[in-house]
């Protein structure tokens, strides 16, 4: 397996140590010729808040996070790492079920580790993901058993099998401190002016945006809407459909 490991805090020092990973992505990212030789690549004892930004990385299939800060995670890592199938988030900051959410569109993925984070705690946390993560076969170093799975259907599907109210608030929940960070693994630039000049989102708003971004067909579209969204305003109409 081609693994690369970055140095962590104990090595660079905390203040340092999510400049230089941002550094290391970017050249991940500029050089064509390395950016895509991993295996796996290891984050571990860091400062990264946000899981995101990564550049396309088709052969990636573990991703290891653990003891970092994240307590949000990017729509679209599911276009950055697609074959993405262990993920370790071991002692972050990820609080609510709705955090989450992005995870479920790696279809790949089988392995998964969040404790140590808040969420855990979170009633029905295991049937949720079993419901919502449908190839994922161990969670927190345990299997995900076939009851586990029935008990997520029933919880969270209506008899017509559609997802019912108490998914709906699960998966549209999300911490406090989602759109609060200063740091992430790519820090994004500053939003332009068009954007700022928007009006404010609504809820409504909001909602559009998110379904824009879940059908954007490019990283920089996406990117866009996003950072749209973690300011709060409204994007250019035509890009969300209006």
């Known amino acids: 397996?081609?693994?690369?490991?970055?140095?962590?805090?104990?090595?660079?020092?905390c203040n340092k140590s999510t400049y230089l990973l941002k550094s290391?992505?970017?050249?991940?990212s500029a050089n064509t010729e390395t950016q895509d030789q991993h295996d796996a690549i290891d984050f571990t004892d860091n400062s990264i808040i946000t899981l995101g930004n990564?550049?396309?990385?088709k052969r990636l299939r573990t991703l290891l996070l653990a003891n970092n800060?994240?307590?949000?995670?990017?729509?679209?890592?599911?276009?950055?790492?697609?074959?993405?199938?262990?993920?370790?988030l071991t002692n972050n900051a990820l609080a609510e079920l709705g955090d989450l959410e992005?995870?479920?569109?790696?279809?790949?993925?089988?392995?998964?580790?969040?404790?140590?984070?808040?969420?855990?705690?979170?009633?029905h946390y295991r049937e949720w993901l079993a419901w919502r993560i449908p190839n994922l076969r161990v969670l927190d170093f345990q299997r995900i058993r076939d009851k586990e799975r029935k008990a997520g259907k029933t919880l969270f599907l209506t008899t017509d099998g559609v997802p019912n109210a108490l998914a709906t608030t699960l998966s549209t929940t999300v911490s406090s401190s989602?759109?609060?960070?200063?740091?992430?693994?790519?820090?994004p630039k500053a939003a332009p002016a068009t954007v700022r000049a928007g009006r404010l989102m609504s809820k409504e708003d909001q909602?559009?945006?998110k379904a824009a971004i879940a059908k954007a067909t490019s990283m920089e579209e996406i990117r866009?809407?996003?950072?749209?969204?973690?300011?709060?305003?409204?994007p250019e109409m035509e890009s969300i459909g209006a």
């Open 24 to 28: 290391y992505l970017g050249n991940l």
């Open 224 to 234: 866009r809407l996003e950072r749209s969204l973690r300011e709060g305003y409204l």
């Open 1 to 13: 397996m081609a693994r690369i490991q970055y140095p962590n805090n104990r090595e660079l020092g």
């Open 207 to 209: 909602e559009r945006v």
């Open 102 to 123: 992005p995870l479920k569109d790696l279809k790949r993925l089988q392995y998964l580790s969040l404790e140590g984070n808040p969420v855990t705690e979170k009633k």
């Open 54 to 57: 990564l550049p396309l990385l």
């Open 69 to 88: 800060r994240i307590s949000a995670i990017s729509a679209s890592l599911h276009l950055s790492a697609p074959n993405l199938t262990t993920l370790v």
């Open 178 to 187: 989602a759109g609060k960070h200063v740091l992430t693994i790519d820090e």
